[in-house]
Structure formats: structure tokens, C-alpha cells
């Protein structure tokens, strides 16, 4: 079993819709979650940080975190066409220097005016 | 803030030749650096990690190096190019103290 599973989609939605992206983990020290997402031939950029479990929201963005079921989702409300993009989860046992990130390899969601 | 410069954005190399790529970091000292390497269906490789400068920990062995000459700067090399290094690399770092990191905008190696 992979560490880090993530549907890799493609995902399509009509504008306005609420997207919910999940992924899920094997490994049970994993507590720092992240979001990413990344334009077509670009970086990832940083979305959303999470540590341990809980809900965190930031405008439209909300990620949720539920280490009993190994499982983290990012909530899309109202989503926009300028959300197409693909979004990669990622996580780590460790924080600061240890960090080194476990990805997904990301899920690609189209949403259509 | 912390900001990731990286360059060029797109590169074809003949195979046989060499490699340099430079990834330099604003905003932040002694940061951690990263090269990943990014295939479609695959996700993001870590290549190499940096903790400071002359510090490197390769991840996968391959026909890659890494060195860090400065603290702000990490650079990806290859003697000699191999059709399979093609790829989207990535730069990426995050300051000691926190998990996250911050990605530059990736250079695009075709090599033919």
C-alpha cells in the first residue's frame, strides 16, 4: 500500500459547484497536512496547512482532517473556472528540518463556466 | 516572504551533454532546499534534500548531483544527459522551523 493515495481524477464540475478532494494515508505519525495546488506548467503553491485533526477554513477553502479514518479531504465551495487546476495533498510525520514531504500525486479538477 | 527563483523555464539538451540548474531563495536564511522531479502520473520525486551549505542527501541514486555552494543557492547537475531525465524539476524550501514548503516554478527538460 502506497503511502499517500490521491484519485488522480480528471475531476469536472460546473461552475458554482462544491468540490470535495480527499486523500488517504497509511502511515498512522503523519501529522502535518497539506494542500497544494498547481497551475499547468507551474509550481505548486501553498493553499492550505493543517496540523493534526480538525477543520480549517480559508475563504472558499476548507480542509479537514481525520486522523482516525487516515483520511484528509479540501473542500471547493462556489468553485470558480480559475480553480482549475491540479491539487496535491501533502504530508509529514515530522515538522521543521525533518519535513520532508509526502505527496500525493495529485488530483485534476476542471470546473466549466 | 519566502520566494523560490528558478531558471530557465523550458530546456532541451542533446542526450550526452551537460546540466545546470539553478534554484536561488529570497526572504528567508538557512533555509532547507529541495529538488523534486515531477512525471505525469507520478507525482513529485524528491531528488535531493539540503540542510545547509555542502550538505546534500540524495533520495534516489541516479545521473543527478546536487551541490550547494551558498546558503541561498542550490543547483541541480548532470555530466551527462540520459533520455530519461526528461521531466518538470522543481525547487523547493522551507524555513528550519516549519513544515511547508515553497515551490519555485519548475524548469521543463526535454532531452533529445
Known amino acids: 500500500q502506497k503511502e499517500v493515495e490521491q484519485d488522480p481524477g480528471p475531476l469536472s464540475v460546473p461552475e458554482g459547484a462544491i468540490v470535495s478532494l480527499n486523500c488517504t494515508y497509511s502511515?498512522?505519525?503523519?501529522?502535518?497536512f497539506m494542500w497544494y495546488r498547481q497551475y499547468s506548467r507551474k509550481g505548486p503553491e501553498l493553499l492550505m496547512y493543517t496540523y493534526s485533526s480538525g477543520n480549517k477554513e480559508d475563504g472558499r477553502f476548507t480542509a479537514q482532517v481525520d486522523k482516525s479514518s487516515k483520511y484528509i479531504s479540501l473542500f471547493i465551495r462556489d468553485s470558480q473556472p480559475s480553480d482549475s487546476a491540479t491539487y496535491l495533498c501533502?504530508?509529514?510525520?515530522?515538522?521543521?528540518?525533518?519535513?520532508?514531504?509526502?505527496f500525493g500525486k495529485g488530483t485534476k479538477l476542471s470546473v466549466k463556466p | 516572504s519566502q520566494t523560490i527563483h528558478q531558471w530557465p523555464a523550458t530546456l532541451v539538451q542533446p542526450v550526452g551533454s551537460p546540466l545546470s540548474l539553478e534554484c536561488t531563495v529570497e526572504?528567508?536564511?538557512?533555509?532547507?532546499l529541495y529538488w523534486y522531479r515531477q512525471a505525469a502520473g507520478r507525482g513529485l520525486q524528491l531528488l535531493f534534500y539540503?540542510?545547509?551549505?555542502?550538505?546534500i542527501s540524495s533520495e534516489v541514486p541516479q545521473n543527478l548531483s546536487a551541490s550547494r555552494p551558498q546558503d541561498r543557492q542550490f543547483i541541480l547537475s548532470s555530466k551527462k544527459l540520459l533520455l530519461s531525465d526528461s521531466g518538470f524539476y522543481l525547487c523547493a524550501g522551507n524555513r528550519a522551523r516549519d513544515t511547508e514548503a515553497f515551490f519555485g516554478q519548475g524548469t521543463r527538460l526535454t532531452v533529445v
Open positions: 501533502a504530508m509529514s510525520a515530522h515538522g521543521g528540518s525533518q519535513g520532508n514531504l509526502i
Open positions: 502511515n498512522s505519525a503523519f501529522q502535518y
Open positions: 539540503s540542510v545547509g551549505i555542502g550538505q
Open positions: 526572504g528567508t536564511s538557512n533555509p532547507n
